[in-house]
Each structure stands twice: as C-alpha cells, then as structure tokens.
C-alpha cells in the first residue's frame, strides 16, 4: 500500500487548490497509508496555517479516520487521541496522539513540563 505526506492531507481536508485535491484524491483512490507523523504534522498546518479551532480540526482527524480509501497507522490510538482532544481542546492533537501511542506501547507515565498535560491519567511532571 502506498503512503502520503502532510500535504495531500491537507489538500483532502481543505479541498483549497482545486488542481491538487484532484491529484490527491486520485492518489488515495487506490488505498493509501497514512502514518502517524503525517496526521500529527497536518493538525498543526490545519491550526498554525489555515486557523482551524479545535473543533474543526476535530472534525477533520474523524473525516480522515473514517475515509474509505485511507488507513490510518494506529486507527485505534488515533481514535483514542482524538476522544481525548475533543475533551481538552486545549492540549492540541499531537500531545494527545503521543500520550495514547506511549499508553498503546506500555511506556506510562508520559513526563511533561507541560502543566495542562501533566493532569491526565497516565502522565506525571518531572
């Protein structure tokens, strides 16, 4: 199966430059692999770039869990993470994403400085 890159998730979820969405729909219309680092990458461009709120960006990650030709690295954890960012918006994605792959591997507590992370189950600060 073939992977893809931030940007040809970006364009699937944006839909902003119509040549490329064409050409990414075309990509993933034969199945494609989406790794972790890729979906965690495009939260951020979907945040830092396009401005989504939390809630959009929400939306998004369910959009590509749920997209016939995509398969997500980890679908289970991705899940996981995203039921804990639509809970605490505030943290962003990527730390749910890497407190639920660290909880999927058995390597808990999560040490963080950060202090709104630090108060969930399974993470502890330093």
């Known amino acids: 199966m073939r992977a ?22 075309a990509f993933v219309g034969k199945g494609a692999w989406v790794p972790q680092l890729a979906l965690a990458e495009a939260t951020w461009v979907l945040s830092a770039v396009y401005d989504l709120n939390a809630a959009a960006i ?3 990650i369910e959009m590509l869990l749920n997209h016939k030709d995509l398969t997500l690295e980890g679908s289970e ?5 995203l039921e804990v960012f ?3 918006p505030a943290l962003g994605f990527s730390d749910c994403l890497m407190l ?3 909880r ?8 963080t400085f950060d202090r709104t992370l630090g108060k969930l189950e ?5």
């Open 4 to 25: 893809v890159d931030t940007n040809v998730l970006v364009r699937l979820v944006t839909r902003d430059e119509a040549r490329r969405v064409a050409a990414a729909e």
């Open 100 to 102: 639920e792959v660290a």
């Open 58 to 60: 929400a939306t998004a």
């Open 104 to 111: 999927k591997a058995g390597h808990l507590p999560l040490g």
């Open 86 to 88: 639509r809970k605490r």
């Open 77 to 81: 954890v991705v899940s996981n993470a």
């Open 122 to 126: 399974g993470v502890e600060r330093p």
